[in-house]
């Protein structure tokens, strides 16, 4: 079968998450797979599918010249859709684009990640989706409309992962595929590591100690020093692109609980935020950073959460505002399931250095086995892979899954 994958524009998680699906079809496979985008190559690029394999949609932004905007009173806005502009001639033309070319690469099955919006125009063209479903309280009218008119829904994450007022339908009708690695997972190399730690430290020193404190953190490491006896404490705060106020505003408390710990920031930063960490930088890959730290402080979006649970190094779940609570969610599952530690748990913890106080299930790491199993994720992208009908895939292979029917 052909497979459309629409990845939605804020950020760039939701094209990775189609690379990373992508990844998991058989190579003969991938050619069949075309990823619809409003982001441009810059913004976003992929190695598992090919430029011509991806369809860069025009921009859906708000303009001056549209008859009604897309927000106003329910006189005058769909209940069925969140976004829904009169007039706008950006949306009307990747509106076009998107069925021009659903026709133009005999697209059989759309996977949505994510808009209400594309779900309905889908329905209303009798194009067969599947909707992805993110972390969140997803429990609004237009989301419910998109989750109905699937044929079924995808959850990248684990199924206890999810949020606690979800509808019975809504859960008897996803696919909970666990979450999703990000290629091939290489164990990262210590010295490579070392000699990128210290290529910053000459580049983005924010502090003439930052040499010292690699050193004596490279002794320890050596030594296999236990992580709460460490004189000098490795701390890495990763953020995303898509806000980080919440964690820079934490930065200064950091820097007083743990003086003497070598603080690295990575992604964007505010000026003020500076004074309080050592490096400050961007890199292209921050696994060597999650698999070597000795803390670990970030936000809880679904593709930054999916690659630190791969190690146990402990974190620190810092939840950014998201529409729907998408990552206070995220953020209270893991803390519950102790697998993170709230900001308050943290606090208390590096005040004494108490073990007792850093939860289980972060040192013992068969505890992530439930959450990286990726046998559902596989089998799905399988059978796509091998199916000759959607009706047929449908029918014999997807349906089967679900405790709701089409005729119940």
Known sequence: M?????????????????EKLAALLPKDGQKNI???????????????????????????????????????SRHFMPESLHYSPVGNVDIQERSWQLLDSIRRFNIDLMIIDVSVEVAMLCRAASIPYLYVRLAGNRDDLPHLNAFAGALGLLAPYPATFEAQHTPDWVCQKTLYLGFLAQGCQVTPCFDQFLATLNELAENNSLNQQDPEKIAQYQQEHANNTPLIAKKTALITVIKGFGGHKNIDDKLQVLRQQWSNALIISLGPISNE????????????????????????LM?????????????????????DERPHDEQ??????????????SWSQFLA???????????KALQDQTALDNSLDNK??????????????????????LLPKFKVLPTS
Request: proline content about 3%; some cysteine; overall charge negative.
């Open 34 to 72: 075309i990823v619809f985008t409003s982001l441009s190559a810059a913004q976003s690029n992929f190695s598992t599918i090919d430029e011509s394999q991806v369809v860069r949609l025009a921009a859906e932004e708000e303009r001056l010249d549209e008859v009604i905007a897309g927000r106003v």
């Open 376 to 397: 559902v994720a596989v089998d799905f992208m399988t059978s796509l892979a091998v199916g000759n009908s959607v009706k047929a895939w449908f029918e014999d292979w």
């Open 349 to 359: 913890y590096s005040t004494t250095l108490d073990a007792q106080l850093l939860p």
């Open 273 to 296: 935020a500076k004074a309080y960490v050592d490096i400050a930088a961007t890199v292209s890959d921050v696994t060597p950073f999650i698999a070597f730290s000795d803390y670990l």
């Open 299 to 319: 936000a809880c979006g679904l593709n930054a959460i999916a690659q630190a649970v791969l190690y146990p190094t402990p974190l620190v779940a810092l939840p």
């Open 2 to 18: 052909n497979i459309g994958y629409y990845a939605h524009h804020h950020g760039s998680g939701h094209c990775r998450q189609a």
């Open 328 to 341: 206070q969610v995220m953020a209270s599952a893991l803390i519950n399931q102790q697998r993170a530690m």
